[in-house]
């Protein structure tokens, strides 16, 4: 069983809609970090939360340590946030889910 | 700030052969890793190093080598390269081993002939 499961798998949105992913866990951690990935390019750290709410500029992450889930939010997407976000945990090391595919259409 | 660097950003070899993968990071951090990533799979650790000269086997060590003989680089060696190694090999480091940032380089994609 995947110990980290990200969801949606695949997101679909128009320009300027909001989008929401999901990430949750099945073990025992006090850091979750959210990361982007464009095909082909680099690994790009988002935001690093260990617990409660945190904000980058159009970005939020949530994550409830207790209830072992983490969200991030994207307001007002742009087409230049299509990509793959994903999250991990650490857990003495980063425990990775497969991602969400984001895709934002004009 | 810092960047890591990972060269080449291409490698092909043939299968059976030995192939080497350099990682150089300078914002002087401890820990470095080395991560494999596969097609719709999420990363997998193959190495990491928590100081010069110490190395630790991730979960997918089998098959691979590495070296940390300076603080700023590490290195990853495919000892015998196999047709379904073909994946991207990321680099990273962190300031220490856990509850840190980590932060990652572009990558090498290897194909294996």
């Known amino acids: 069983e995947q110990q980290v499961q990200q969801s949606p798998a695949s997101l679909v949105l128009q320009e300027a809609e909001n989008a929401e992913l999901q990430c949750s866990f099945s073990i025992f951690t006090n850091q979750v970090q959210w990361f982007y990935q464009r095909p082909g390019g680099r690994l790009v750290s988002l935001l690093y939360?260990?617990?409660?709410?945190k904000q980058s500029g159009r970005l939020t992450s949530t994550t409830v340590i207790k209830e072992r889930r983490s969200s991030l939010h994207i307001s007002s997407s742009q087409i230049t946030d299509s990509g793959t976000y994903l999250c991990?945990?650490?857990?003495?090391?980063?425990?990775w889910g497969s991602g969400t595919k984001l895709i934002i259409k004009p | 700030g810092g960047i890591i660097t990972q060269t080449p950003k291409f490698l092909i070899g043939q299968e059976g052969q030995k192939l080497t993968l350099k990682c150089q990071q300078n914002f002087n951090h401890d820990t470095m890793y080395w991560y494999r990533q596969d097609s719709g799979k999420g990363l997998r650790l193959i190495y990491y190093s928590i100081t010069e000269n110490d190395l630790q086997k991730g979960d997918l060590s089998e098959g691979y080598d590495a070296s940390r003989e300076k603080k700023s680089s590490f290195s990853l060696t495919v000892t015998s390269a196999q047709k379904n190694e073909m994946a991207v090999f990321l680099c990273?480091?962190?300031?220490?081993?856990?509850?840190?940032?980590?932060?990652f380089g572009k990558g090498t994609r290897l194909t294996v002939v």
């Open positions: 991990a945990i650490d857990n003495y090391q980063l425990i």
């Open positions: 990273a480091s962190s300031i220490t081993r856990a509850n840190t940032e980590v932060f």
């Open positions: 939360n260990p617990s409660g709410t």
